[in-house]
């Protein structure tokens, strides 16, 4: 990855996470991810160009911030931590051999978000195999249980 590539992607993340803290401070208490469930979409760009749509995949998951500060991603054993403030977010997950297909590879994401409840937006990035950064955005919608 070019050094202005991973310039704009710092830069974008320090953005989101001032503008999250900012806003913050405005907000109901109860603004916050934690304890909630949310199913998100992820539009990641592997060749790094965001301006190259034909290339970019949209990939689904299911990620819980618990309330002891841990996330957990459905269907991918891993670890993963996050701290929130009212109406915003920061988190890393890493997961050790996750099978995609027929590969076995290990990732590490990082991801800063403002919610407005019941939805989450944000930026941040994939890193395979400890060479290759994968930046994303990610849009998302809260989980409730419904009794049937």
Do not use: W
Not at 85 to 105: H, K
């Amino acid at each position: 990855m070019n050094k202005r590539g991973s310039r704009k992607i710092m830069y974008c993340l320090g953005v989101l996470l001032v503008a999250a803290a900012c806003d913050g401070s405005s907000l109901a208490q109860d603004n916050t991810v934690k304890g909630n469930k949310y199913s998100l979409y992820f539009l990641t760009f592997p060749n790094n160009n965001f301006r190259d749509l034909d290339e970019a995949g949209l990939t689904h998951s299911h990620v819980t911030f618990t309330d002891g500060g841990g996330v957990d991603v459905e269907m991918i054993d891993g670890h993963g931590l996050y701290f929130a403030v009212p109406g915003g977010f920061v988190a890393s997950y890493f997961a050790v051999g996750v099978r995609m297909g027929f590969e076995s590879m290990d990732v590490f994401s990082a991801m800063t978000g403002i919610n407005f409840n019941p939805y989450v937006f944000g930026v941040g990035f994939f890193l395979i195999d400890y060479t290759d950064i994968n930046p994303y955005i990610f849009y998302g919608f809260q989980l409730f249980d419904s009794s049937m």
